[in-house]
């Protein structure tokens, strides 16, 4: 069983930035396809950014490109999602997820790609 726990979620002003990080558990990340995704109130979850464990790098949402980095440290079986430049709209409660181990399919944006969740952290920024 795999456990994912995020964290540094807050309240933070307009071009302020956060890094989170999602520390997980049971698992080693190092062959599994990770990913943020993140859900507004009244909207339906969205793709934020994954990050492929075959070396094909990280890919992201047009509306956080240039913003938004996401890395991973296997030794530290944690991936993390840098902020900078918040706006209004990137308020959410952002999760984590994994794909299934030695998935490969890259980019994989779609929710029914991941296989295990964390719980989400909010992130509230005022405009």
């Known amino acids: 069983q795999v456990q994912l726990v995020e964290s540094g979620g807050g309240l933070v002003q307009s071009g302020d930035s956060l890094r989170l990080s999602c520390a997980a558990s049971?698992?080693?990340?190092?062959?599994?396809?990770m990913a943020w995704f993140r859900q507004a109130p009244g909207k339906e979850r969205e793709f934020v950014a994954a990050?492929?464990?075959?070396?094909?790098?990280?890919y992201y949402a047009d509306s956080v490109k240039g913003r938004f980095t996401a890395s991973r440290d296997n030794a530290k079986n944690t991936v993390y999602l840098q902020m900078n430049s918040l706006k209004h709209e990137d308020t959410a409660v952002y999760s984590c997820?994994?794909?299934?181990?030695?998935?490969?399919?890259?980019?994989?944006?779609?929710?029914?790609?991941?296989?295990?969740w964390g719980q989400g952290t909010q992130v509230t920024v005022s405009s």
């Open positions: 990050l492929s464990w075959t070396g094909a790098g990280s």
């Open positions: 997820a994994t794909a299934r181990m030695y998935d490969s399919r890259w980019p994989l944006t779609l929710l029914s790609g991941y296989y295990y």
């Open positions: 049971g698992r080693s990340l190092t062959s599994v396809t």
